[in-house]
């Protein structure tokens, strides 16, 4: 099964190796034909530290690295 691809903006790089990625999607209501937008947070792995709030960033599935950690930085996201 093909590991799943995000992609959102960081929301915080706080943490040593962690970014919080805010990513949204966009959908249509089913009943009322409405775009309606939904967020979520993931917390990804960082190796480098390299990306800072505000950076619009690729994540990809991976084998669990932490408790919350569930998900790679790939690349910076090209806007």
Sequence with gaps: MPR???QGVVTSDKNEQTITVLVERRFK?????KTVRSSKKYRAHDEAN???TGDAVRIIECAPV???KRWTVVTEASA
Excluded at 29 to 33: I, N, Y
Aim: proline fraction near 7%.
């Design 66 to 68: 932490s408790k919350s």
């Design 29 to 33: 209501h089913p009943l009322l034909k």
């Design 50 to 52: 390299q990306f800072k």
């Design 4 to 6: 799943r691809i995000l």
